[in-house]
T-cell receptor, first 108, second 112 residues
């Protein structure tokens, strides 16, 4: 069993739709990261969370420490949002665990 | 914002040769850098933690003599894949610890 589980694995949406990607983890963490990886491989760190909620443009990330769950929301999705979104946690023991990613395709 | 670079972005080499990949933090100092490997359609796998001025800490199953890591300065860590074989072909990514984790763009290694 993976320490970090993401859902869905694949997601196709129409442009403009509201998108939610979920992440559940089983270890105690000091921080959770949401990462974006475009085709070609480069990774961008979108958010680092240890509690609450963060917003950046059309992206919103929330975390519930008690439930060991985080969500990444994309409002008014756009084709350029098409990418793989990866949830990663840093455990209290300073280990990094990565989800297998959610592949998002936004259709014009 | 903080930027992490990797060089080269792509490398093709013959089996048996060694390949060095550089990871640089461009506008901040990083005492800790991380090296990851990503297989096709898989998530990242942490290979090792690189600490400036001391030996790297390798994850279980990663051969330290195969993947040599040197963190000689606060802005540079290098990963050398020694005596590369086709099964070492992969996408190698580094990250540097600043205010948050900053990821490099990755290096695609192909071993023929």
């Amino acid at each position: 069993k993976n320490e970090v589980e993401q859902s869905p694995q694949n997601l196709t949406a129409q442009e403009g739709e509201f998108i939610t990607i979920n992440c559940s983890y089983s270890v105690g963490i000091s921080a959770l990261h949401w990462l974006q990886q475009h085709p070609g491989g480069g990774i961008v760190s979108l958010f680092m969370l240890s509690s609450g909620k963060k917003k950046h443009g059309r992206l919103i990330a929330t975390i519930n420490i008690q439930e060991k769950h985080s969500s990444l929301h994309i409002t008014a999705s756009h084709p350029r949002d098409s990418a793989v979104y990866i949830c990663a946690v840093r455990s209290n023991g300073n280990q990094f665990y990565f989800g297998t990613g959610t592949s998002l395709t936004v259709i014009p | 914002g903080a930027v992490v670079s990797q060089h080269p972005s792509r490398v093709i080499c013959k089996s048996g040769t060694s390949v060095k990949i550089e990871c640089r933090s461009l506008d901040f100092q990083a005492t800790t850098m991380f090296w990851y490997r990503q297989f096709p359609k898989k998530s990242l796998m942490l290979m090792a933690t690189s600490n400036e001025g001391s030996k790297a800490t390798y994850e279980q199953g990663v051969e330290k003599d195969k993947f040599l890591i040197n963190h000689a300065s606060l802005t540079l860590s290098t990963l050398t894949v020694t005596s590369a074989h086709p099964e070492d072909s992969s996408f190698y990514i580094c990250s540097a610890e600043g205010h948050t984790q900053y990821f490099g763009p990755g290096t695609r290694l192909t071993v023929l």
